[in-house]
């Protein structure tokens, strides 16, 4: 099958990833009014999906280095697609962390394969295809808390959302069953011989990992958190329904598909990665402190989220990319995004659980946290980036 439609296929699969990820935000209120919980129970769906998520995808690494992405992305979108059908026809808590669970261990597998393959496709344009990858992500985020809000409006439930997510899920199984091609035995060997290079231990050696490790861990707790919590942060902040409240929650995830546009030209006019993520961690944090201080100003509220959003946009791709690039070759890159990818998880598993305790203090200390990590990529990126120059200044030094 074409590199260019497969890599159509995967923009379907991030598409449907953004709406699994981001309908659980927008349905907290109804789902713990029919679960008879309170809201900040909720945080452990929240860890469920993600822990469960850092687990697959540290196995989906080596998985997909060894044996390619055939079997891993239909696995992925399988589980996915059930998990969404659980959640949203959970009858108790744990059914719904069970559930959450299910669909965590897809997107752990998906996270792996959907970006080390359009990595794989198109080598020498990784960053831009990831850019397009992270934009259909936040798409699809947007569109989650639509559906949600059509079918608590027109369905009198927000049980049909789910099932249309699961539906999206479930459509590409097949095409990508056929299309992607089957590692050949002749590159698992060649992978077995490379493979003990680009092992565990030997990719954590590599100090280029470090930070992309780090930044995953910070930005995806925060965004998750963020899109997960905002809806019950601005019904104490500006005292809003969570149905007026839903439309923040979208708008934070569509500036989030928007703000690859810019991403993308700063790219090509050859800015460099590691200064377009610290700007936009630096724009995170301001908008967010903007967000605690005048969260009660509907409008300025509004505003805020969409700022996030935006700023938040560059960072994730870069990071995979900068992650995928110090797996050291195509051999390594699966097992490269993996090791980024599961520090991003785990701290999508403990950061929300935490923003939720925090939230039952109050809405600012929540905010707090958002604001915290974004300053932490920014500090990240600068020490990795003066550890950057000091080697190559060692290198030069050393030239023949």
């Known amino acids: 099958m074409p590199r260019s439609v497969l890599l159509g296929l995967c923009l379907l699969v991030s598409l449907g990833t953004g709406c699994l990820t981001a309908i659980v ?3 907290v209120p109804a ?25 697959a995808t540290a196995l989906a690494g080596p998985i997909f280095d060894r044996s390619g992405p055939r079997m891993l992305l239909p696995i992925g979108l399988l589980a996915m697609a059930l998990g969404a059908i659980g ?23 998906i996270n792996v394969g959907v970006n080390a393959t359009a990595s794989l496709l198109y080598p020498e344009r990784s960053e831009r295809v990831l850019n397009i990858l992270n934009a259909l992500f936040g798409v699809g985020a947007f569109l989650a808390p639509v559906l949600v809000g059509l079918a608590l409006a027109r369905l009198g439930g927000y049980h049909p959302a789910y099932i249309a997510v699961a539906a999206l899920l479930a459509l590409p199984i097949l095409p990508l069953w056929i299309g992607l091609p089957q590692r050949s035995q ?7 011989r490379a493979g003990h290079g680009g092992g565990t231990r030997a990719l954590l ?4 990992l470090w930070a992309p490790m780090a930044v995953g861990f910070l ?17 104490r902040t500006a005292h809003m329904s969570a149905g007026d409240a ?3 929650v979208a708008l934070f995830w569509l500036c989030l598909a928007l703000g690859g546009l ?9 800015t460099s990665p590691t200064r377009i993520i610290g700007w936009g961690a630096a724009g995170a944090a301001c908008a967010t402190a903007a967000l605690a201080l005048f969260g009660a100003n509907v409008p300025l509220a509004l505003t805020a989220c969409a700022l996030v959003g935006f700023s938040f946009a560059p960072i994730f791709p870069l990071t995979i990319a900068a992650a995928a690039r110090a797996g050291g070759s195509a051999s390594g890159a699966g097992g490269a995004t993996s090791l980024m990818l599961v520090a991003a998880q785990l701290g999508a598993a403990t950061l929300p659980p935490l923003q939720g305790f925090l939230l039952g203090v109050g809405p600012a200390p929540a905010l707090a946290l958002t604001c915290a990590c974004s300053l932490l990529i920014v500090a990240a990126q600068g020490l990795f980036a003066a550890d950057l120059r000091g080697r190559e200044m060692v290198a030069q030094r050393y030239m023949p």
């Open 205 to 208: 050696a590599r100090r280029a």
């Open 219 to 235: 930005y995806l707790g925060a965004e998750i958190g963020f899109g997960g919590w905002i809806v019950a942060i601005l019904r």
């Open 87 to 109: 959640e949203g026809l959970a009858p108790s808590l744990p059914s719904l962390a069970l559930a959450a669970a299910l669909a965590g261990l897809g997107s752990g597998i």
């Open 31 to 55: 789902l713990a009014h029919g679960l008879h919980v309170r809201e900040d129970n909720l945080g452990v769906v929240f860890g469920a999906n993600f822990l469960l998520a850092s687990a």
């Open 25 to 27: 935000g927008p349905t």
């Open 262 to 270: 810019p991403n993308a030209y700063l790219l090509r006019r050859g």
């Open 246 to 248: 839903a439309p923040a």
């Open 186 to 192: 002749r590159q698992r060997r060649g992978i077995d």
